[in-house]
């Protein structure tokens, strides 16, 4: 089974509107973490917004947001006033457990959003 | 903060030679490492944890004799890829894990990647 479901290969949000992109983990662990990352056409991997297990309130930075439920194990990202450039893929990732096996990433397939002028 | 620099940007070759790519913590000190290979329009595939001072750790189906891996410094670790051929072409990217201990997350940031081309 995966371990991050990113099932939309492909969105289109009209600028200045918001969009979602939908994440969902599978874990047994109690402890984990929670990524999004943002590659242009560039290559570079940006951090976005990070979640853990144990935060009670949904994380934010800046336009970006984090719509963590953690029953239905979905850690969908928001992005508020689209912004030309943030066309990208846009990729999920967990991190689970603690100590040293558990700096590893596990991605998901990304989705590739498109802002429309 | 958190960056992460990858050298060379790209590089082409010929078939046989080795190619080494440089990753470095610029301003923080990683003592692990990451190094991941991806295809086009692709999720990125973990191939192998380095961390400083010790061997590398690779993952099940990379060969370690053909991507060497030496995390000599808290700041740099290197990936050679021996004897290239084009099916080694590929673009890879490095990641540093930032633990967060000075303040903020245990994050991993993400160096800008290598195109490499054998020809």
């Known amino acids: 089974a995966q371990k991050i479901t990113q099932t939309q290969p492909g969105m289109f949000v009209q600028e200045k509107e918001a969009v979602t992109l939908d994440c969902t983990y599978d874990?047994?662990?109690?402890?984990?973490?929670l990524f999004w990352y943002k590659q242009p056409s560039s290559g570079e991997m940006i951090f976005l917004i990070y979640?853990?297990?144990?935060?009670?309130q949904n994380a934010t930075e800046g336009r970006y947001s984090l719509n963590f439920q953690k029953a239905r194990k979905s850690a969908n990202l928001v992005i508020s006033a689209s912004q030309l450039g943030d066309s990208a893929m846009y990729f999920c990732?967990?991190?689970?457990?603690?100590?040293?096996?558990?700096?590893?990433?596990?991605f998901g397939k990304g989705t590739k959003l498109s802002v429309i002028p | 903060g958190a960056v992460v620099s990858q050298h060379p940007s790209w590089v082409i070759c010929k078939s046989g030679t080795s190619v080494k790519i440089e990753c470095r913590s610029l301003?923080?000190?990683?003592?692990?490492m990451f190094w991941y290979r991806q295809f086009p329009k692709q999720s990125l595939m973990l191939m192998a944890t380095?961390?400083?001072?010790?061997?590398?750790?690779?993952e099940q189906g990379v060969e370690k004799d053909k991507f060497l891996i030496n995390h000599a410094s808290l700041t740099l670790s290197t990936l050679t890829v021996t004897s290239a051929h084009p099916e080694d072409s590929s673009f890879y990217i490095c990641?540093?894990?930032?633990?967060?201990?000075?303040?903020?997350?245990?994050?991993?940031?993400f160096g800008p990647g290598t195109r490499l081309t054998v020809l």
């Open positions: 380095s961390n400083e001072g010790s061997k590398a750790t690779y």
């Open positions: 301003d923080f000190q990683a003592t692990t």
């Open positions: 874990t047994s662990d109690q402890s984990y973490g």
């Open positions: 979640q853990g297990s144990y935060d009670e």
């Open positions: 990641s540093a894990r930032d633990s967060g201990l000075a303040g903020g997350t245990d994050t991993q940031y």
């Open positions: 990732a967990m991190r689970e457990g603690v100590g040293a096996g558990s700096y590893q990433l596990t």
